[in-house]
């Protein structure tokens, strides 16, 4: 079994596979800390989070897609802000050192950090519970980070993808959802393993876009946050939501829009938008071949209105919060 910093060099400590690497690193694996080196006239940005085994993803599910998982969520953040991933950082605690296990997720990892220019400077290993926490740093030219704060009063709200892929998702892989196994059950399964970060599309949308934040929790747990720091309230048409052929083939029209509202997981772009510049969003969504759809919009006020064909509606509770009810057993 190999020690703590032979784990490091064995899976960790290499070049990066594909493209130039190394932009900015001054120092990286190896010593006390990393040097970075932003580039001139921009704003570090800088997300963390930690995924913990039974808790965000179900036993069996392969170490690729743990690692995948790991840095995705956290590209996700900076997409959200109009950012450029550089740097990463990974504090991965183990139960034991299986080679197996270790190879598939640096494989998970470091393939999606290849993918979007992101170097592994630094972290920690350690005995116990499966855990992994990555930290992404970024950057962004200063002044112009999108952030949840500036939307208005009359600006469309608009998200990307479809939703609530990845509750079912996440229902078919814990049993919970029984369905004949085909194109459309692999495709949700992919969805809840394999979340795909806006990254792309939330720097071209800098600029264009008022207030943006990422679907982790669940539109019903994430639209209030919006809505409560541009100081506006929201109102959303439920018949609007995008829901995925593939979703409407397995659920019922009421358990799919419950999972695009409340389940969580999704991580697509929420987005508001002054209607002058929603042809400008469109066609950077379009050119990316991306689905984007306006699903209501901001107004004077405070709190989120939902309505189903312009009838009042009652959501679903609010999405996840680690220290309340869950929306699902196990989401991020």
Known sequence: MPGEFELIDRYFARPRRGGAGGRGVVLGIGDDAALLELPP????????????????????????????????????????MGATPAWATLALTLPAAEDAWLSGFAAGLLDLADAHGVTLVGGDTTGGPLTISVQLLGHV?????????????????????????????????????????????????????????????????????????????????DLPKLAAASGAAAHVEVAR???????????????????????????????????ARW??????????ALRLTAIGELRAGSGVAWTLHGAPYAAPAEGFDHFRGPSTQITV
């Open 41 to 80: 006239a921009c704003d570090l940005v800088a997300a963390v989070d930690t995924i913990v085994a039974g808790r965000h993803f179900p036993p069996g599910t392969s170490p690729h897609a743990i690692g995948h998982r790991a840095l995705a969520v956290n590209l996700s953040d900076l997409a959200a």
């Open 141 to 221: 030219p200063h002044g112009t980070a999108l952030r949840r704060s500036g939307g208005r009063p009359g600006d469309l709200l608009a998200v990307t993808g479809t939703l609530g892929d990845s509750g079912a998702g996440l229902a078919l892989a814990t049993g919970r959802l029984q369905a004949p196994a085909g194109e459309h059950t692999t495709e949700l399964l992919h969805r809840f393993e394999y979340p795909a970060a806006r990254v792309a599309f939330g720097r071209g949308a800098r600029g264009i876009a008022s207030a943006a934040m990422d679907l982790s929790d669940g539109l019903t747990g």
């Open 241 to 275: 939501l995008p829901l995925s052929a593939a979703l409407r083939d397995v659920a019922s029209a009421q358990q799919a829009r419950d999972w695009a509202l409340a389940a969580g997981d999704d991580y697509e772009l929420l987005l508001a938008v002054a209607p």
């Open 279 to 288: 042809d400008e969003l469109a066609a950077l969504a379009a050119a990316s």
